[in-house]
């Protein structure tokens, strides 16, 4: 039986995790790739690591440390934040991505997706939808959340299953950093128009949470970040709570 | 010991190349090549495939004398190749992604579209299976039985002998997702994504 997957997101701005995991073992607690290691050792499904650097300059610190997290932790890999072209895409693929989430461009470009599904095969293109209510419906927002484009979050989804997405990562931008849980809604309703799977995130602030947006959302994946920082709960303490409340996991 | 995974321009190899390097101990070699000779004269092979069957075959057939030379190793010379994904879906005489496609042939059977049965399944199968190990194979060697692998795809391996598959995983139906003929190994999951478990089983195949 397929199993849910529980995926930890890390931030990373200029090659350093910015919130993190607080252990007291950790020799470097800024370091993405032993933060990485920790989690995979935990029993994460999936590590995916979200480049929030600002400026192009230091772009490439990320390349660096997906070849060095490529090398240690041995579950898939998801990288995206500014990615913005099909070579932006190979070039995180050579360095050991196994998937790349694409946001930004895919609203603005989607022949990006067409193209670079085309080329690596849908498996490894994410599209992260950031989705914002208005009214009855909700709308994708672009740069970080920064930017209203007007455009229906559920017919997106769909258009980019149709132009190539292998996955959808749904975030509520009403949700994300509140700790209020996911937006339920808006998972179940991407996930009931599309045959692709749907990642849930934006929002977790406790286990049961993860529980709502799987049994609730429909999600095949949930995604968090602040709940496994600084030791709040743990990757494996997660899955054993989504064990016993009747969700498959690999344990 | 030479092993080689052969480079044909099928997507990302990068995950397969990191995790035969964690594995092989000094005494074997890992070679990432499309080198004919060096192919020919290695002692193991892996073929590895992402994107569609017919975009892997075409890559195949792009490089000039590969697809005899893996012929040549793999059925004259019966030496060891462990397909991966859509290396191992390969095997098969004809393939239906995008278009009908022709396959190597080794292993005769099909590959077809999972059903998802009126989307009841969500196409890509993507995430952690569970194997059922219907056969002893050398690959499974302290591989528990019902152990969790991960998958990423939308079509499956349809064998015409039943008695090559060694294992399957259960999504919309007993999905083929590993084969043993003689010399010839193949997962539909990968491996090299499958942390311990997966790393243990490319160990297996590094020690054959």
């Given amino acids: 039986m397929l199993k849910n997957r529980i995926i930890p997101c890390l931030d990373v701005k200029n090659g350093r995790v910015v919130k993190g ?12 790739v032993e933060q990485a290691k920790i989690y995979s050792d935990g029993g994460a499904d999936e590590i995916c690591f979200l480049d ?3 400026s192009n300059e230091n772009r490439e610190t990320i390349y660096d440390v997906v070849k060095k997290t490529s090398k240690k932790c041995f579950v898939p890999l998801t990288v995206g934040g500014g990615v913005r072209t099909v070579e932006d895409i190979n070039k995180l693929l050579n360095c050991g991505a196994d998937k ?13 997706v067409v193209e670079s599904s085309k080329k690596f095969g849908s498996q490894c293109i994410v599209v992260a939808i950031d989705a914002k209510k208005n009214g009855d419906n909700w709308e994708i927002f672009t740069h970080g959340g920064r930017n209203n484009t007007g455009t229906d979050a559920i017919e997106f989804a769909k258009k980019m299953e149709d132009t190539g997405a292998g996955e959808l990562l749904v975030t509520s931008m009403d949700r994300d950093g509140t700790q209020v849980g996911y937006d ?18 934006g929002g977790v602030g406790n286990l049961d949470h993860l529980v709502d947006g799987i049994k609730l959302g429909n999600a095949s994946a949930v995604l968090a970040a602040s709940i496994f920082h600084y030791g709040k709960h743990s990757v494996k303490e997660a899955k054993e709570y989504l064990d016993l409340k009747g969700i498959p996991v690999r344990i | 010991m030479n092993v080689t995974i052969v480079d ?15 594995v092989a101990n000094e005494k074997v070699n890992i070679e990432v090549t499309s080198d004919l000779n060096k192919i020919k004269s290695s002692d193991k092979i892996v073929l590895p495939g992402q994107g569609s069957f017919k975009s892997c075959v075409d890559a195949l057939n792009n490089i000039n004398g590969l697809v005899d030379t893996l012929n040549e190793f793999v059925i004259n010379d019966k030496k060891p190749l462990l397909g991966i994904c859509v290396g191992l879906q390969m095997f098969a005489d004809v393939g239906y992604e995008e278009t009908e496609t022709k396959g190597l042939g080794w292993i005769s059977g099909k590959v077809l579209k999972i059903d998802n049965q009126d989307g009841k399944y969500k196409l890509p199968h993507i995430g952690w299976n569970q194997i059922n190990i219907v056969k002893d194979s050398k690959i499974f ?8 692998m991960y998958f990423v795809h939308s ?6 002998d039943k008695n090559v598959v060694s294992a399957t995983t259960e999504y919309s139906s007993n999905i083929v997702c590993s084969v043993e003929k003689e010399n010839i190994f193949g997962t539909q999951f990968h491996p090299e994504k499958s942390d311990k478990t997966g790393l243990k089983i490319i160990d297996n195949f590094i020690n054959l």
Avoid: R
Avoid at chain 1, 21 to 32: C, E, T
Avoid at chain 1, 100 to 112: H, K, L, M, Y
Avoid at chain 1, 188 to 201: D, E, G, H, R
């Fill in chain 2, 8 to 22: 044909y321009n099928s997507g990302n190899i990068s995950s397969v190349i990191n995790s035969f390097s964690e």
């Fill in chain 1, 184 to 201: 339920i809604e808006l998972m179940a309703k991407i996930s009931s128009k599309v045959n692709i799977p749907v990642i849930a995130s």
């Fill in chain 2, 155 to 160: 079509y499956e391996f349809v064998p015409e």
């Fill in chain 1, 100 to 112: 790349v989430s694409i946001n930004t461009a895919a609203v603005q470009n989607p022949e990006v």
């Fill in chain 1, 21 to 32: 995991i607080n252990f007291v073992d950790l020799k470097d607690a800024g370091d993405p």
């Fill in chain 2, 141 to 148: 060697k302290n591989i528990e039985n019902n152990s969790h």
């Fill in chain 1, 52 to 54: 929030i650097t600002a």
